[in-house]
């Protein structure tokens, strides 16, 4: 069914579409070869480089989202609204290959 869907998408040209099905399909619960893995996030990669810029994607990167979630590491314990803060934000990923980001904006 999801490879149904992502067909249609790319011949309706729908790139969140594409994505969302390309997303659903690397997930680690599904028998994919490693080829097929890999031949999905290059399809991702190549939408996120080339549309990002005209078209944002919003992922949202639960903290158990099986392919790539996203911690912010604080400096202190503690850390007050409306002060500076400087810390480390965390990508953990699970997909085949590196992912390459031309541009991000992280809420929290």
């Known amino acids: ?3 149904n869907g992502l067909m249609c998408a790319r011949q309706s040209n729908k790139f969140n579409d594409i994505l969302k099905y390309c997303f659903r ?3 680690p619960n599904l028998v994919l070869s490693s080829e097929e893995r890999l031949s999905y996030q290059q399809e991702i990669d190549k939408i996120l480089l080339k549309e990002s810029l005209a078209h ?4 949202n990167l639960s903290y158990d989202h099986p392919l790539l ?3 912010m590491e604080f400096p202190d314990e503690l850390c007050y609204t409306h002060s500076e803060i400087t810390g480390k934000i965390h990508f953990i990923s699970n997909l085949p290959a590196p992912l390459e980001f ?3 904006t992280i809420n929290f």
């Open 1 to 3: 069914i999801l490879q």
């Open 56 to 59: 944002p994607y919003e992922l």
């Open 25 to 27: 399909l690397l997930r």
């Open 102 to 104: 031309r541009y991000i």
């Open 69 to 71: 979630s996203c911690k």
